[in-house]
Every structure is written in structure tokens, then in C-alpha cells.
């Protein structure tokens, strides 16, 4: 039913949903009693933190305990404008200004330390603990401005009184989870689980993963920080135990329990526990930790999607047929980008060299290729050839030499900015996005030319001719809202080597495409490289163990060994050389 | 002089603390975060010693028992599904720390606990009178160190857990058996938190939720460390040191997150941090 796409069912549901929940929030102050007020404000707050936190951990894989810090640094901007300087409305803008303002600076400065070139996802973590540990010692250095460790209270803020504050806190936190919600089924928001899958490949795809967790990290300390803002208000006291590392650990734990990556899950989690807190601690006080505790160990252990998953699980299925059908959007053919440059050389190598501290395993590299050219990279185990690659395709790579594409030195790139000058490596072990549907991983290398939409999922997938033949040739054209854990080891290899052309690259860098694959599924490829280069005017390097397939396919062969480059010429003088079976049989069966 | 004998007493006593992590950490590559519980434990284990009647010293065995049995039972039931998991593991030791700190709070309840002091009194050291207690413990620094060293060096399990260290996968296809490995280091780590537990009781107030104060410092000197004892050294008198030094000329206050900041940026710069290959 394609005309049903546009809008399917779950968007009514969820509206219909956000508009029950608004009129609750509407008419709440009428049902619940002041202590359940007050409660249920404070744990709607606590929601909108689990929410950002959700996003970081569940969608973008960023196990973080520092949004404690970004929401206590909103609430001690608010507080301190408002009891150092009063509460006019002047003031109160300023206090939310800068309740916005000076997390999302923090947080700018903390994801820059958090993510830089090559740092590992427990390094973010360590630094998202230093951080709400730094801001408390902050707080209770500051002595009256911060109000030292019995922090400030009874200044005035909002002038909304209890209903009101609960009002304004319910509507802020249906509207951040509608955001979060629209954002994160949206095709950017599909990118945020690319980088969680693998960071690499988004980064080959012309895409930059720091900056896009960087900015994202400032955004959502952003919203921490209005989070911040109504809590300095509607509770009229902040404490340092609002930006600690404790609190940190308490909204992971909501959003764990609820169920991390569903966004609802999460704000669930963060009410319900909070809510049951409150309501149970008076009775039962280290009992309700204990259970809390006890079952969030069980959870991590055998539940790690939290409760959502078992609300899914006892929801019935919907139909696998009908799912494919919405996830599967029409193939349209890209018009193909810029054509080739002034210079004729897609790739310019002299000099190249790359030790390892005394080992030298790469020396003297001089290598040019052309348009149209399919140039396999031939030699024995350890000669090189991947190192080979490696320096080709990320420019921080090389010890001495230089490498140019498109008459561009690379020397200090990065993967992605080399990708934008039109390189497009494919690697040995099939590197693609295993939560994604196929559309979804070819949106992906497209996203670096057109900007995946915030809002929406699109029903048409936009792919160079290239990559749409590749996908026909290969039948992966009729799975294209498949998820990708699913398909068969070749068809990754073909799904990766579609991305890659979709990126329209004047130079394919292929690292053993054919290495596990069957006769047929070979052949397929070996076709699809020789309509690449000789047709549409693509350059290749190839590097491959199987000389039968190079020979049938390749317009020049380089041979490597022990780090030198020994022979480059057409297939029959290599193949024919006394070099290439010296090396291939030992010497002494010269 | 004080001053110096300071920065060295600190860094052993962040040495002791930090140990039983970086074991866990070296081989399992898995942050234990119910460390702080394991401290308060040993500290625990001292109160009930010293409710007995028992000698002082008598908690130092049996606090390295109780962990070591603890952390036997922890490494099987939760933390041996979650090794292909290690930020879940972070998160799962983290509830178990909620857990210990809730069952100790039932059991003892959550008001400062007293022991009675192991050493107690001044020494004189090139004239400055100093504590005993603190010049004790970087003798018990001393000792866990060169212990571990014998630990690795010297023995068959020292052998496989530097096997593990250095090629998991590799070591268990040569037959080591790495899940036992694992367990023995894990049992190893809790025991020597809970022994840290018990040399901090007179350093120290005792109360429910004392180990959360010293698991972040800890953390961040075995992140610096990564895998060696001896970078841990390094590692603790680098940064104990300024610690004290922040301390003593800035503020108290800042120094108490010096090691943690200073940690972090050191990472930022080389993330292997001390340990270089």
C-alpha cells in the first residue's frame, strides 16, 4: 500500500498519545494533591534529562553521567541571577538565557575533550564522571555566589505558583519528547546510530563523527540547562547534589530501567521511579534503594533494553511484510556530480614511507593512476599493501613522502575530509551499519553531499546510476528495507561496495572485495569494477590475493614487496616476469 | 618536609586504594565500578573486628577473605555475562555498589562508625614529628606492590594474567584457561579493595557511602595506568603529590578533584596515558 507511506499509523498513535498526556498535565492540578504535585513536577524535570540522555547512550552509544552537570549549571546560572540580582521579568530572561547559554558553552568544551581523533568511547565516558565531580567542587568553593554546600533557596522565581509549575513543566517535557521522538526516527537522526555502530565507516563516508557528537553534546546540554531552569524555579532551592556525579548515575539508571534507545522508555523510567521514591521512601527508606539497586543489576545483566522491551515483547508483532513495505523507499537516480579535474592524475604518490618505530614497512613509494584505470596491488602476506591503503585514504598515516588526489596534498587529513576529495575505500571485512535497513546505510553515504532531513524519513532514496546498478546486479535493490544483520557475508561486501560508489568518488581504494566470496558473487563484482573504470571513467586500486580474478580484470598490476614497490606495468608483463615468481615461489626455485 | 612526607604518604595511600582496580582492570579490561563498595566492606569488616572484641590487626585477613569471597561470587554471577558489554559492566557494578551500600546501611545503620587506630602516635623524621600510621602506610604500599610483582612475575596464574593481558585470544588458544584466569584476578582485585578498606579505617570516616569519595580518584589513576603497576606508581605520585600541593596553596577543596582533572587532560593529550607501548 504505497499511498499509505506518507503518513503510517504510529505517527497517529503517538499523537494521540502527546495530546492524552497534554490534557493530563492540563488538568492534573484539579486530580493530584499538593505532595503529588510537587512530586510529579520534579520527576517530569528529572524526565526531560532522561530523554537527552536517552539520545546521547541509547541512540549515539555515549554512556554519559555528565548531564547531571549541564542540568546543576543551568539551575546555579538561574538561582544565582535570581537571588543576586532579583527576579524582574528582565532578570528571568537573563536567567534563562544564560541557563541555556553557559551549558551549552560547558558542554561544547566538554565534548571537544571528550571526543577527539582516535579517543575511545570509555574516554568519554571518564570524562563525562570528571566533569559533574569538577562543578560540585566549583559550587562549594564558591562561597556566597553559589551559596558554599547549603546552596541557595529563597529567592523568588516564575510567579506561576504549584499548578502552574506543573503545567509548564508537563508541556516542556511533552514537547522535548515529541522532538526527540520526530528527531530520532528521522534520517539524521538514523545517522546517530550509524556513529554508534561504526564510527570508521561513517567517518570513510565523508562524514565527521566528532563534530557531529561535539555539537550534539552542547545541544542536549542545552536542554539539561532549561531543564536546570525550571527546577531552580519550581523548587525554589538548588543544592550541589544537583550537578553531582550521584545524580548523573540516578538518570542513567531511569533511563536503563525504562529502556534506553525508545525515547518514551526512558521518560517512563525517569517518572516512575522518581514518582515511587518519593511516594515509598518515607515507609521504607534503604529497603527502596535496595530493591532499586537490585533490580537494575538484573536488568543490565538480562534485560538490557529495559522494560520496553518487554512491553514489546508482549505487544503483538507488527507484520513483517507491512514493515518492509514502509521501510523500503523508491530508488530515484542522483544526478552524478562534478566530472574530473584539470590535472589528469586521480592519484600522485612519491616518496612514500611509513615505519612502524624501526620497522620500516612501507619505502619509496612512487605510484600514479588515471582515470578509468584498475590497478591491482599485488604481493605476498606482510608486504604492505593494506599499510598501502591506509596512507592513501587517511593522511596521517605516512612517515615521509607525499600523497595527492586530484592534485591535492592529503598530508594531515583526516579520512573524511579525504573522502570529499573524491576517495572511496571499501575494506576487508565488510563494513557497513548492522542496525540500519540497506536504505538506511546508502542514506548514509549520501549524507555527506545533501543533508538527511531532521524531520522526516524520506520515501525516496537518491543514488548515482553507478550504485543503483550495483544494487540491481545484485538483487539488494528488492531488500532495501532489510536490516542489514541480516543479509549474507556477500551481500554486505556488494551493500558496501554500493556505498562506496554512491559517494561518487574519483578513486576506489578496494582491500580483497572478493575474499570469502562465492565463483558467482566474484564474478558479479568483478564485472561491476570493470564497468566502473572502463565505462564511467572511475580510477581503482585493488588489492587482491587471487591472481586468476586480477588478471581477468585489471589494466595494470603494481607488485609489492617487503615494502617496495618491485614491478608496475600492463598485466601481461607482470604476469610473465621472472620477478613476480621469485617472489610468489621463494628464489631458489628460479 | 612535612610537606613532602605528604605528597609520598599520599600517593602510597592512593597506591593501596587504587591496586585492586587496576587489576581488574589490567586483565579483565573492565571497570569495576562496585570498588568503592568493596573499600566500605573492608572498613566494615574492621567495625565488626573491632565489635568482637578482636585485635585491630585481625581485620586485615579477614577483610581480604570477605572481599575475595564477595568478589568470587560477583565475578560469576554479573560480571562474567557482561565481558563482550564493558560499558554495561560499568553500569551493573555500579548497581551493586547501590546494593552493598544499601544492605551495609540496613545491617549497620547509616550513622559515622569508629574503629579503634592501628598505629597510633608520632615518629620523629629528620626532626619533624609525623604520623606513624601514614609512614605505615607507604610500607604497606611498598608491600602490595612488590607482592603483585612476585604475583606476576613469579607464579603460573602471574604468567596467564600477563598472557590475558596482552593477547586475550591468543592466550586461550594456547590453552590457557582465560575464564579461570579472570576469576582469580577478579577474587584477587576485591580482596585487596576490601584490604585497602581496612588500612583507611584510621585515615578515614566510616560510613555507608565513604568508598564513593575514593572511586572516582582511583579510576582515573588506573585510566592513566592502564595495565602496569608500576605506571600506577608513577601515575599516584604525580598526581598525589600535586594534589597536595594544590592543597596546601590553593584550596583544600580544588585539591580534592586535582587528580581527577589532571587525569582527564593527561588523557586528552596521549590516551594511552603513561603506558606507553
Known amino acids: 500500500m504505497p499511498e499509505n507511506r506518507s503518513i503510517p499509523p504510529r505517527v497517529w498513535l503517538f499523537a494521540a498519545i502527546a495530546l492524552a498526556t497534554a490534557v493530563v498535565v492540563v488538568i492534573g492540578p484539579a486530580l493530584f494533591d499538593r505532595f503529588t504535585l510537587n512530586v510529579l513536577t520534579r520527576s517530569m524535570i528529572y524526565a526531560m534529562l532522561a530523554v537527552t540522555v536517552d539520545i546521547l547512550w541509547g541512540y549515539t552509544g555515549i554512556l554519559t553521567f555528565g548531564q547531571a552537570a549541564f542540568f546543576g549549571t543551568g539551575a546555579y546560572a538561574s538561582a544565582m541571577v535570581l537571588s543576586h540580582l532579583g527576579s524582574t521579568p528582565a532578570l528571568l530572561a537573563l536567567a534563562l538565557a544564560l541557563a541555556v547559554i553557559v551549558p551549552v558553552l560547558l558542554g561544547g568544551f566538554v565534548g571537544w575533550l571528550s571526543f577527539g581523533h582516535g579517543s575511545t568511547p570509555l574516554y568519554a565516558t571518564v570524562i563525562s564522571l570528571v566533569v559533574p565531580i569538577v562543578v560540585t567542587q566549583l559550587v562549594f568553593s564558591g562561597g556566597v555566589w553559589t551559596g558554599s554546600s547549603s546552596g541557595l533557596v529563597g529567592y523568588s522565581g516564575l510567579p506561576l505558583g504549584l499548578p502552574g509549575y506543573f503545567r509548564l513543566t508537563g508541556i516542556c517535557l511533552i514537547v522535548t519528547t515529541v522532538v526527540a521522538l520526530v528527531f530520532t526516527r528521522s534520517d539524521a537522526g538514523k545517522l546517530l546510530v550509524a556513529i554508534r555502530d561504526n564510527e570508521a565507516r561513517c567517518a570513510y563516508l565523508g562524514l565527521n563523527p566528532q563534530r557531529l557528537k561535539i555539537v550534539l553534546t552542547a545541544l542536549l546540554a542545552g536542554v539539561a540547562g532549561i531543564a536546570g531552569f525550571l527546577y531552580a524555579n519550581a523548587s ?32 517512563m523510567g525517569a517518572i516512575g521511579i522518581d514518582y515511587l521514591s518519593a511516594q515509598l521512601s518515607g515507609d521504607l527508606p534503604f529497603l527502596w534503594n535496595l530493591v532499586v539497586g537490585t533490580l537494575f543489576v538484573v536488568m543490565i545483566i538480562l534485560l538490557p533494553n529495559g522494560l520496553a522491551q518487554l512491553a514489546r515483547m508482549a505487544l503483538p508483532r507488527r507484520n513483517g511484510e507491512q514493515a518492509n513495505a514502509a521501510g523500503s523507499p523508491a530508488i530515484t537516480v542522483a544526478p552524478a556530480g562534478n566530472g574530473s579535474t584539470g590535472d589528469n592524475r586521480v592519484l600522485s604518490v612519491s616518496g612514500l614511507g611509513k615505519s612502524f618505530g624501526s620497522l620500516q614497512v612501507l619505502q619509496g613509494i612512487d605510484l600514479d593512476v588515471r582515470p578509468g584505470e584498475l590497478v591491482s596491488l599485488v604481493g605476498p602476506n606482510g608486504a ?20 595527492s588526489i586530484a592534485g591535492q596534498n592529503i598530508d594531515g587529513m583526516t579520512p573524511d575530509e579525504i573522502v570529499t576529495l573524491g576517495v572511496g575505500r571499501k575494506f576487508q571485512v565488510a563494513s557497513v551499519f548492522d542496525s540500519l535497513t540497506v536504505a538506511d546505510c546508502l542514506r548514509m553515504a549520501r549524507a555527506s553531499r545533501q543533508a538527511p532531513s531532521l524531520l522526516r524519513r524520506s520515501a525516496t532514496l537518491g543514488l548515482p546510476a553507478a550504485a543503483a546498478d550495483i544494487l540491481r546486479s545484485t538483487g539488494l535493490d528488492r531488500m532495501l528495507g532489510q536490516p542489514v544483520s541480516l543479509l549474507s557475508h556477500g ?6 561496495l554500493a556505498m562506496v560508489v554512491a559517494l561518487e568518488p574519483k578513486l576506489i581504494l578496494l582491500d580483497e572485495p572478493t575474499a570469502g566470496l562465492t565463483k558467482v558473487e566474484r564474478t558479479t563484482i568483478g564485472g561491476t569494477l570493470q564497468k566502473l573504470t572502463g565505462e564511467l571513467g572511475f580510477a581503482a586500486i585493488l588489492v587482491e590475493h587471487d591472481l586468476d580474478f586480477v588478471r581477468d580484470i585489471s589494466t595494470r598490476i603494481v607488485v609489492l614487496h617487503q615494502g617496495k614497490l618491485v614491478l608496475d606495468g600492463s598485466v601481461a608483463e607482470v604476469v610473465n616476469s621472472e620477478t613476480v615468481r621469485t617472489i610468489y615461489s621463494g628464489a631458489a626455485h628460479a | 618536609m612535612t610537606l613532602l612526607l605528604d605528597m609520598v604518604t599520599t600517593a602510597a595511600i592512593l597506591f593501596i586504594v587504587a591496586a585492586g582496580l587496576l587489576a581488574i582492570f589490567g586483565v579483565l579490561k573492565i571497570i569495576n565500578f562496585a570498588h568503592g563498595a568493596w573499600l566500605t566492606i573492608g572498613a566494615y569488616c574492621a567495625v565488626a573486628t573491632a565489635g568482637l572484641g578482636l585485635n585491630p590487626w585481625a581485620a586485615l585477613p579477614i577483610a581480604f577473605a570477605v572481599g575475595a569471597i564477595l568478589g568470587g561470587i560477583t565475578e560469576l554471577v554479573i560480571v562474567r555475562p557482561l565481558y563482550r558489554r564493558p560499558l554495561d559492566a560499568i553500569l551493573a557494578t555500579w548497581g551493586l555498589g547501590i546494593v552493598i551500600g544499601q544492605l551495609i546501611t540496613l545491617w549497620f545503620g547509616r550513622d559515622v562508625q569508629f574503629t579503634s587506630n592501628l598505629l597510633s602516635g608520632t615518629v620523629d623524621v629528620f626532626g619533624v614529628g609525623y604520623s606513624l600510621y601514614r609512614l605505615f602506610a607507604v610500607a604497606a604500599a611498598l608491600v602490595i606492590g612488590l607482592a603483585f610483582t612476585f604475583l606476576l612475575e613469579g607464579t603460573r596464574l602471574g604468567l596467564s594474567a600477563q598472557a590475558v593481558i596482552m593477547n586475550e585470544v591468543l592466550a586461550r588458544a594456547l590453552g590457557v584457561d582465560t575464564a579461570r584466569v579472570r576469576l582469580a584476578t577478579f577474587i584477587v582485585g576485591t580482596g585487596l579493595a576490601a584490604l585497602a578498606g581496612v588500612l583507611l579505617t584510621p585515615l578515614t570516616s566510616v560510613d555507608p557511602n565513604m568508598g564513593v569519595a575514593w572511586l572516582i580518584g582511583s579510576f582515573m589513576l588506573v585510566m592513566v595506568a592502564g595495565s602496569s603497576f608500576s605506571t600506577l606508581a608513577i601515575a599516584c605520585i604525580v598526581f598525589g603529590g600535586a594534589q597536595v600541593l594544590v592543597s596546601t596553596f590553593v584550596s583544600p577543596i580544588l585539591g580534592g578533584i586535582t587528580v581527577a582533572v589532571l587525569c582527564a587532560l593527561v588523557l586528552r593529550i596521549s590516551p594511552k596515558g603513561f603506558a606507553r607501548a
Not at chain 1, 539508571?253 to 521518560?267: C, D, F, Y
Not at chain 1, 551481500?491 to 558496501?496: D, F, G, P, R, V
Open chain 1, 384 to 403: 604492505g599493501k593494506t599499510t598501502l591503503m591506509r596512507c592513501l585514504s587517511d593522511g596521517t598515516e605516512a612517515t615521509t613522502g607525499s600523497v
Open chain 1, 236 to 267: 525554589g532551592v538548588v543544592a550541589p547534589e544537583n550537578t553531582g556525579f550521584v545524580f548523573g548515575t540516578e538518570i542513567v539508571l531511569w533511563t536503563a530501567l525504562g529502556g534506553r534507545g525508545t525515547i518514551i522508555g526512558p521518560v
Open chain 1, 491 to 496: 551481500q554486505k561486501q556488494s551493500l558496501e
